[in-house]
């Protein structure tokens, strides 16, 4: 007899089930900064951290790139370069042209889903030796600058009294910065226009003169000290002196000596300081072997004021003492005055070998449209100096400030300057740099030059 066998039910093959996109969160997407600068045919233009994550999922399993710019003259998608592979990547932007273009950056995740974050792109133009050029943003005002070792170089801004730390190889923003305005006691700006460092102290000072439209003002008077410690990106920075008489100090000597420079009458209230007869400091750099007696160098006046004329040094022969409260007032020396080809002083910095250079430009321009250059002295009273090389010209900015001076005999011994940018019209939109709303999109340009 057969014995009945229980059918068994035969399961249809069941297709294979993806990882459900619930599984996975919405990718999140941040930049280190929304707004990004960056400059036609730049090389080492500032870049975007850009950070990406997604529960759930491995954060190399995210794309990153462009998808949709609002101008494509500025800046395509193809443009924009984001490279690494973790959660953190580098966002770059190669410009086709000046102006602003806000660019549309999507992160792809796993389960079809993805995000989006618009980037604010604004591009300058192009200038000579881009290949040499770096950038420095967060402000456009670089007026002073000096060596911090490492690598690093510490600028002043003459539109605000915060000093910035700055990587000197790479463009960006600075990796710290400090304001001594209420340590001074000011509260406008001091219209920082040089420094120079000896050991561990930097010394700072005003312009010492009036403001654009004559009018006398007191902070733009203030010369002030800082201690230096540290180095590199770990530089710090301490007040350690002030000084406000110099102004007064200078045109009071002047007056004694006959009136030869017209510094009473260029500083006068109502008077402009940049003009040939005008009265506005713009270097400072000490003496041949000298850590005591400092040259204080003349933008304005030249001397004779005329077309011409010859720049003018004045040493203070007790400089630190007036930072530390041991002297009451200065004391001078002989003024020197240097043929600089009817230009005059924007800045001289000078090295452990007593070799200076002096950034010669114009008392009137406020843009590179006027000559400048560079002259090599010894520092010496009665030496003239002697020109190196014409600096370019056409592109924007001014030529402000050089941190420091390499051994000038060395063969192919290069120097970097640094341009005050702040009237520039960056981006073509009619609005100078310093009036710029976002500090990402304001700078200032750093540029080698071979010396010899």
């Given at each position: 007899?057969?014995?009945?066998?229980?059918?068994?039910?035969?399961?249809?093959?069941?297709?294979?089930v993806?990882?459900?996109?619930?599984?996975?969160g919405?990718?999140t997407?941040?930049?280190s900064?929304?707004y990004?600068s960056?400059?036609?045919?730049a090389t080492?233009?500032?870049?975007?951290?850009?950070?990406?994550a997604?529960?759930?999922?491995?954060a190399?399993?995210?794309?990153v790139?462009?998808?949709?710019?609002t101008?494509?003259?500025v800046?395509?998608?193809?443009d924009?370069?984001?490279?690494?592979?973790?959660?953190?990547?580098?966002?770059?932007?190669?410009?086709?042209?000046?102006g602003?273009t806000?660019?549309t950056?999507?992160v792809?995740?796993?389960?079809?889903?993805?995000?989006?974050?618009?980037?604010?792109?604004?591009?300058?133009?192009?200038?000579?030796y881009?290949?040499?050029?770096?950038?420095?943003?967060?402000?456009?005002?670089?007026?002073?600058a000096?060596?911090?070792?490492?690598?690093?170089?510490v600028?002043?801004?003459?539109e605000?009294?915060?000093?910035?730390?700055?990587?000197?190889n790479?463009?960006?923003?600075p990796v710290?910065?400090?304001d001594?305005?209420?340590?001074?006691?000011v509260?406008?700006?001091?219209d920082?226009?040089?420094?120079t460092r000896?050991?561990?102290?930097?010394?700072?000072t005003?312009?010492?003169?009036?403001?654009?439209?004559?009018?006398?003002?007191?902070d733009?008077?203030?010369?002030?000290?800082?201690?230096?410690?540290?180095?590199?990106?770990?530089?710090?920075?301490?007040?350690?002196?002030?000084y406000?008489g110099?102004?007064?100090d200078?045109?009071?000597?002047?007056?004694?000596?006959g009136?030869?420079?017209?510094?009473?009458?260029?500083?006068?209230?109502?008077?402009?300081p940049?003009?040939i007869?005008?009265?506005?400091?713009?270097?400072?750099?000490?003496?041949p072997?000298?850590?005591?007696?400092a040259?204080?160098?003349?933008?304005?006046?030249?001397?004779?004021?005329?077309t011409?004329?010859?720049?003018?040094?004045v040493?203070?022969?007790d400089?630190?003492?007036l930072?530390?409260?041991?002297?009451?007032?200065a004391t001078?020396?002989?003024?020197?005055?240097?043929?600089?080809?009817?230009?005059?002083?924007?800045?001289i910095?000078?090295?452990?070998?007593?070799?200076?250079?002096?950034?010669?430009?114009?008392?009137?321009?406020?843009?590179?449209s006027a000559p400048?250059?560079?002259?090599?002295?010894?520092?010496?009273?009665?030496s003239?100096?002697?020109?190196?090389?014409?600096?370019?010209?056409?592109?924007?900015?001014?030529?402000?400030?050089?941190?420091?001076?390499?051994?000038?005999d060395?063969?192919?011994?290069?120097?970097?300057?640094i341009t005050?940018d702040?009237?520039a019209?960056?981006?073509?939109?009619?609005?100078?740099?310093?009036?710029?709303?976002?500090?990402?999109?304001?700078?200032?340009?750093?540029t080698?030059?071979?010396?010899?």
């Amino acid at each position: 007899m057969a014995v009945a066998v229980a059918a068994v039910p035969v399961l249809a093959a069941l297709p294979a089930v993806p990882a459900s996109a619930a599984s996975y969160g919405t990718p999140t997407i941040s930049f280190s900064a929304g707004y990004l600068s960056g400059a036609v045919g730049a090389t080492g233009d500032p870049t975007v951290t850009v950070t990406v994550a997604q529960s759930g999922a491995s954060a190399s399993a995210l794309t990153v790139a462009a998808t949709a710019s609002t101008r494509s003259t500025v800046a395509r998608t193809g443009d924009v370069t984001v490279t690494g592979t973790g959660a953190a990547r580098t966002l770059s932007v190669a410009a086709q042209g000046v102006g602003y273009t806000d660019l549309t950056v999507k992160v792809t995740g796993l389960g079809g889903l993805s995000a989006t974050r618009t980037l604010h792109y604004a591009a300058s133009a192009a200038v000579q030796y881009s290949a040499a050029s770096r950038y420095l943003t967060g402000s456009s005002d670089a007026s002073a600058a000096v060596d911090a070792g490492g690598g690093f170089i510490v600028v002043g801004d003459d539109e605000s009294n915060t000093l910035r730390l700055y990587d000197r190889n790479n463009s960006g923003a600075p990796v710290r910065s400090w304001d001594f305005s209420t340590a001074l006691g000011v509260s406008k700006e001091i219209d920082i226009e040089a420094a120079t460092r000896v050991g561990n102290t930097i010394y700072w000072t005003g312009s010492l003169g009036n403001n654009k439209d004559g009018v006398v003002k007191p902070d733009r008077h203030t010369v002030f000290a800082t201690t230096i410690t540290g180095s590199g990106a770990a530089t710090q920075l301490t007040l350690a002196g002030q000084y406000h008489g110099l102004r007064d100090d200078l045109i009071d000597w002047d007056s004694a000596n006959g009136d030869r420079y017209g510094f009473a009458a260029g500083a006068a209230d109502g008077q402009v300081p940049k003009q040939i007869d005008g009265f506005n400091v713009e270097g400072l750099e000490f003496a041949p072997g000298s850590s005591t007696t400092a040259y204080v160098g003349f933008r304005a006046p030249l001397t004779p004021a005329v077309t011409g004329g010859r720049a003018l040094l004045v040493p203070v022969t007790d400089f630190p003492s007036l930072l530390d409260g041991s002297a009451s007032h200065a004391t001078f020396g002989d003024p020197i005055e240097l043929d600089l080809g009817g230009l005059s002083v924007r800045d001289i910095r000078r090295n452990d070998l007593g070799q200076y250079l002096i950034v010669a430009g114009s008392w009137a321009a406020e843009d590179n449209s006027a000559p400048y250059a560079l002259y090599r002295w010894n520092g010496l009273p009665g030496s003239q100096p002697v020109k190196l090389v014409d600096l370019p010209t056409g592109d924007y900015g001014a030529w402000e400030a050089v941190p420091d001076v390499p051994d000038l005999d060395a063969p192919g011994a290069r120097a970097q300057l640094i341009t005050d940018d702040g009237s520039a019209d960056l981006y073509h939109d009619g609005t100078a740099a310093k009036d710029l709303t976002h500090p990402e999109w304001k700078k200032s340009r750093s540029t080698w030059f071979t010396l010899n």
